[in-house]
């Protein structure tokens, strides 16, 4: 296949829509978390890793089906949240004061740091380091020139499905309107009456457990292990930072370009260059955007 | 005065360490001087971090770039250039790089910074490893290292070096410049701080002695993994030192060292695992309950009304490292 071949064919296409979906999905607690509370939780993408051994052992150890546990998936990883938020962060956060917030930052970065590094390692220890993979909905469906196997396409209308639905809900529900309130100014939604705790609790759930469910769908396509967790983490990341916070769609074009950029980087050069290619993204993206997205926030106010 | 370590033990406490490192070669096993290897290193590495990052407040998560790229340039340029100038070599090619990324790096602030430094070690990690695949390298073999003991001292003397320079800028005008800009930057660049180039010059002096550091740990083990030199979790460790230690002088990070580097001992050869779950535990409960270190307890001890509450991963500004 020449180059001009390789681009426009529907099977790429296909498999940066796949994984722009599933960044999407990923990106989108992220941004819940690190928009409410600026609380950037690299610990985000070890979620989406429990959540692949928990689809994983259902599976090979239940006979049930991925597609079906994964709502328990999320439901366990939004309780995940739950617990975290009040036996840590609302602590942390209520103490506060505006001149401590880039402390609180840095330091609940740590914080995040801490806690990836206990969950990868613990579950390296509980389900040992090795790579993981199961064979779910392989039939191969043929739609023009492209051909696409069952757990992709289900991978692909999931997140997809969610991350509308999330965009829905964000734009168009009270909770929403709160939420993004809170998101523009904290302070400011805290006067006018919004229940800031509510929206922070829901956020973190919301956050947790869409990573979980995102965890199911990446079991559902290809190896993991427990570490296979930050890569994802730094996905998230990516799409925030290009995308804006609290704005779910451009999060969803933000994470499709990405997408995008990984797939067809890989396609033109050789898959060793995946994680050049997403590092060299994120270094790019914020060396363009100096503070993220918080400039603009800054700029705005 | 009411204090409750005083002055002079530290003296005693870095007199016995001194010391005891000093001979430690002469006396023990080849087993034990490794271990003494390690804190050497280790110490090196955390009180060169300590100079942007505890100074400053720009906490760094990408310190073993420097580390891995002087590692790095000491193993391709292996019994071509003599030994003594590749590991200068080494420190100068992390400076290097730490001036060329330095005025954009620098820009960003906060927790951007923080994954910033960590996305661009991971970025060199990844574009290192590609280099040697592409040209047909999946490791490196090195044969004729230098001697345990060479290797020792040279560490020996590069830890030395780390503690002085970071004791010395920490009593400097440059000093009190980096610590005003952690406290507050606008203000800090108001009041005449060159602020943009004392960032720089502190960032390209802590990435100096980790190269050089790299430089001679490559030569510890004969065989050279990409991998194994840009692992972030060296950089994790060194953090999670600092801030064990606390404090912005060379003191807090010593205690930090000694304790992680002992328990790693414990732990590393038989639980590696084990070893890792602990020090995010460690990193965790730091940052949560004790966010000043064990140098801050002993502080808080001296003087209960000066600290700040939540006051996170420095130390306040008051009592910081003048003598």
């Keep these: 296949m020449t180059?001009?071949?390789?681009?426009?064919?529907?099977?790429?296409?296909?498999?940066?829509?796949?994984?722009?979906?599933?960044?999407?999905?990923?990106?989108?607690?992220?941004?819940?978390v690190y928009g409410t509370m600026r609380l950037l939780n690299v610990a985000h993408g070890e979620v989406v890793m429990l959540g692949a051994y928990a689809?994983?052992?259902?599976?090979?150890?239940?006979?049930?089906?991925?597609?079906?546990?994964?709502?328990?998936?999320?439901?366990?990883?939004?309780?995940?949240?739950?617990?975290?938020?009040?036996?840590?962060?609302?602590?942390?956060?209520?103490?506060?004061?505006?001149?401590?917030?880039?402390?609180?930052?840095?330091?609940?970065?740590l914080?995040?740091?801490?806690?990836s590094i206990v969950l990868q390692n613990a579950a390296a220890l509980v389900f040992t380091p090795n790579n993981r993979a199961y064979n779910y909905l392989g039939t191969v469906y043929h739609l023009g020139s492209v051909s696409m196997t069952g757990n992709r396409l289900a991978a692909l209308c999931v997140?997809?499905?969610?991350?509308?639905?999330?965009?829905?809900?964000?734009?168009?529900?009270?909770?929403?309107?709160?939420?993004?309130?809170?998101?523009?100014?904290?302070?400011?939604?805290?006067?006018?009456?919004?229940?800031?705790?509510?929206?922070?609790?829901?956020?973190?759930?919301?956050?947790?457990?869409?990573?979980?469910?995102?965890?199911?769908?990446?079991?559902?396509?290809g190896q993991f292990s427990p570490f296979s967790?930050?890569?994802?983490?730094?996905?998230?990341?990516?799409?925030?930072?290009?995308?804006?916070?609290?704005?779910?769609?451009?999060?969803?074009?933000?994470?499709?370009?990405?997408?995008?950029?990984?797939t067809y980087g890989v396609a033109l050069t050789s898959a060793n260059m995946r994680s050049m290619l997403l590092y060299g993204a994120f270094v790019a993206a914020l060396l363009l955007f100096p503070n993220g997205v918080f400039a603009r926030r800054a700029a705005a106010r | 005065?009411?204090?409750?370590?005083?002055?002079?033990?530290?003296?005693?406490?870095?007199?016995?360490?001194?010391?005891?490192l000093a001979v430690l070669p002469f006396v023990a096993n080849d087993y034990v001087v490794g271990i003494g290897l390690s804190v050497l290193m280790w110490l090196a590495l955390t009180q060169s971090w300590c100079l942007l990052s505890k100074m400053t407040g720009y906490v760094s998560l990408g310190h073993v770039v420097f580390y891995g790229l002087g590692a790095y340039l000491v193993v391709i340029t292996w019994q071509q250039i003599p030994l003594p100038l590749a590991i200068v070599g080494a420190g100068a090619l992390a400076a290097l790089l730490?001036?060329?990324?330095?005025?954009?790096?620098?820009?960003?602030?906060?927790?951007?910074?923080?994954?910033?430094?960590?996305?661009?070690?991971?970025?060199?990690?990844?574009?290192?490893?590609?280099?040697?695949?592409?040209?047909?390298?999946?490791?490196?073999?090195?044969?004729?290292?230098?001697?345990?003991?060479?290797?020792?001292?040279?560490?020996?003397?590069?830890?030395?070096?780390?503690v002085a320079m970071l004791t010395w800028v920490g009593s400097s005008r440059f000093g009190h410049g980096l610590r005003s800009l952690r406290e507050n930057e606008e203000a800090a660049e108001t009041l005449g701080v060159p602020v943009v180039r004392y960032k720089l010059i502190a960032f390209v002096l802590g990435a100096a002695i980790p190269g050089m550091v790299g430089g001679v740990m490559a030569l510890r083990s004969t065989y050279f993994v990409v991998g194994q030199v840009f692992d972030p979790m060296i950089s994790v460790t060194v953090i999670a030192m600092a801030i064990l230690g606390g404090g912005d002088n060379a003191r807090g990070p010593l205690l930090g060292v000694l304790f992680l580097s002992l328990l790693s001992e414990l732990l590393w050869a038989n639980a590696p695992l084990l070893y890792m779950v602990i020090l995010g535990l460690v990193l965790i409960v730091f940052v949560l309950v004790l966010p000043q270190g064990i140098m801050g307890l002993l502080e808080r001890k001296k003087a209960p009304s000066t600290q700040l509450p939540n006051d996170a991963a420095q130390a306040s500004p008051k009592q910081g490292g003048t003598p």
């Design chain 1, 229 to 262: 967790g930050f890569p994802y983490t730094i996905a998230g990341f990516i799409v925030i930072i290009l995308g804006g916070l609290g704005n779910a769609m451009a999060g969803l074009l933000a994470a499709l370009l990405l997408g995008v950029i990984e």
């Design chain 1, 3 to 32: 180059v001009l071949e390789t681009l426009l064919s529907g099977q790429l296409l296909f498999a940066a829509l796949v994984t722009g979906s599933l960044y999407a999905l990923i990106a989108l607690g992220l941004n819940l």
């Design chain 1, 55 to 109: 689809a994983y052992w259902a599976f090979t150890a239940l006979g049930l089906s991925p597609l079906l546990v994964a709502p328990v998936v999320a439901a366990a990883g939004g309780l995940l949240g739950y617990a975290l938020y009040r036996g840590i962060f609302k602590r942390l956060l209520a103490d506060s004061s505006a001149a401590q917030v880039q402390r609180m930052e840095s330091n609940s970065l």
């Design chain 1, 159 to 221: 997140a997809g499905t969610c991350c509308l639905l999330v965009a829905v809900f964000l734009g168009r529900s009270v909770f929403g309107l709160a939420t993004r309130a809170v998101i523009e100014r904290r302070e400011a939604a805290f006067i006018v009456g919004v229940d800031v705790d509510r929206v922070q609790w829901l956020s973190f759930v919301l956050g947790f457990a869409s990573a979980a469910l995102a965890g199911v769908l990446v079991s559902m396509l």
């Design chain 1, 111 to 115: 914080l995040f740091f801490g806690l």
């Design chain 2, 98 to 162: 730490a001036a060329l990324v330095g005025l954009p790096v620098l820009r960003v602030r906060g927790p951007y910074f923080v994954i910033l430094t960590f996305g661009l070690a991971e970025l060199v990690k990844y574009t290192i490893t590609w280099a040697e695949s592409a040209s047909g390298m999946a490791s490196r073999i090195l044969f004729g290292a230098p001697d345990l003991q060479v290797i020792y001292f040279s560490m020996f003397a590069l830890a030395v070096i780390a």
């Design chain 2, 1 to 20: 005065m009411r204090d409750l370590f005083p002055n002079r033990w530290w003296t005693a406490l870095w007199l016995a360490c001194l010391v005891l």
